[in-house]
C-alpha cells in the first residue's frame, strides 16, 4: 500500500488556484520533511517545495516563491500545497515524499503516487 497518498489536482485556467493535499497512512507526518515535487512528460523531476518537521521552516523553488504556500496540519496528518497564479508551465503531476530533512534532497522515499494539475484555458 502507498504510505501517502496525494489529492487536489484538476484542471484549472491559468492564473487559478488549486490546493494540494498529501496525507499519510501508516506513519505520523509530523516526524519527518515533506516534499512536493512535480514531473512533466520529458522534464525531469523538480523539488517545487518542503517543510521540515520539527520547526516548520520551509523551502521553495525560485519559480514558486510568491505564489506557492506548503503547510502542515497534524491534527489531520496532512501537508497541503497552495498554489496560486498557475501557469500552463507547470502543468505536471505532482508528487509527495518524505525523508528526514529537507536538504537531503536525494533522501526522500515513500512517494505517493501523484495527482494530475493542467492549467490550460
Known amino acids: 500500500q502507498v504510505p501517502l497518498v496525494e489529492s487536489g489536482g484538476g484542471l484549472v485556467q491559468p492564473g487559478g488556484s488549486l490546493r494540494l493535499s498529501c496525507a499519510a497512512s501508516g506513519f505520523t507526518l509530523d516526524a519527518y520533511a515533506i516534499g512536493w515535487f512535480r514531473q512533466a512528460p520529458g522534464n525531469e523531476r523538480e523539488r517545487v517545495s518542503c517543510?521540515?518537521?520539527?520547526?516548520?521552516?520551509?523551502y521553495y523553488a525560485d519559480s514558486v516563491k510568491g505564489r506557492f504556500t506548503i503547510s502542515r496540519d497534524n491534527s489531520k496528518n496532512t501537508v497541503y500545497l497552495q498554489m496560486n497564479n498557475l501557469r500552463p508551465e507547470e502543468t505536471a503531476v505532482y508528487y509527495c515524499?518524505?525523508?528526514?530533512?529537507?536538504?537531503?534532497?536525494?533522501?526522500?522515499?515513500?512517494w505517493g503516487q501523484g495527482t494530475q494539475v493542467t492549467v490550460s484555458s
Open positions: 515524499a518524505a525523508a528526514l530533512e529537507c536538504r537531503d534532497i536525494r533522501a526522500f522515499h515513500s
Open positions: 517543510i521540515n518537521s520539527l520547526d516548520s521552516s520551509t
